[in-house]
């Protein structure tokens, strides 16, 4: 049991710190698999991977994912909590901020504590970790909560995102893609079509950045 943000909570197994030796998680049972060998090739991508994007973090500048991050917030009205308690049940926007990776994840929920609890409780699959997405960007859920040093939120209370749920990730769309993808966990290709045209360029710069291989925009 640790408290963060004011918040009470027992972490995912392997500690409240996301590295190598606890992204990815086995059964016993995987180890007698008869598919071993796939099941291996599997976890050596997934390495790759994470070692590919912790060696990209590395190399952006904090004082520049910063600045965007501020121009962010301001533009659009966040205020930084240091509770989490302060919006149990409150519905509205989130961005939560890893600072020693110059990443930032922005969300929407109907109750913004209960989600930023969740994406600190999950484990992605290993199946999902070995697909090449991952070498574009690590989910906010392989992150563990310590991860997270600041919290931004915005209260939208008019918002219904259960019925609504199109216009409300519409608002979501539009603050990710103010975002520069460098510095940027969210992983969805939406919006207008010039946006995910933007987007997606911007993405295969980064990958090209990953993977050290000269990019052809």
């Known amino acids: 049991m640790t408290t963060h943000f004011r918040v009470n909570f027992r972490n995912k197994e392997g500690g409240f710190r996301l590295i190598a030796d606890n992204y990815i998680k086995l059964r016993s049972k995987d180890f007698t698999s008869p598919h071993l060998e796939g099941l291996k090739n599997k976890f050596e991508k997934a390495l790759i991977n994470f070692d590919l994007n912790m060696k ?59 989600r930023i609890k969740e ?50 990730g519409n608002l979501e769309n539009q603050l990710v893609n103010k975002f520069p993808i460098d510095y940027c966990l969210n992983q969805g290709m939406v919006g207008t079509r010039e946006d995910v045209r933007e987007r997606l360029r911007n993405r295969d710069i980064r990958i090209s950045k990953v993977r050290g291989q000269p990019s052809d925009y």
């Not at 890893?98 to 929407?108: H, K, P, S, V």
């Not at 999902?128 to 960007?137: K, M, T, W």
């Open 119 to 168: 994406h600190w409780g999950k484990q992605i699959p290993l199946d999902r970790l070995a697909e090449d997405i991952g070498v574009y960007s690590l989910s906010i859920d392989c992150f563990r909560a310590l991860d997270t040093t600041r919290i931004f939120v915005r209260r939208c209370p008019e918002c219904d995102f259960i019925n609504y749920p199109l216009l409300s």
């Open 56 to 114: 990209y973090f590395k190399t952006l500048s904090w004082d520049k994912f910063n600045a965007e991050l501020h121009r962010l917030v301001d533009s659009y009205t966040f205020v930084e909590i240091t509770d989490l308690n302060s919006v149990n049940e409150v519905k509205g926007f989130y961005i939560m901020v890893l600072d020693d990776y110059c990443q930032a994840y922005i969300g929407i929920s109907h109750d913004i504590k209960r």
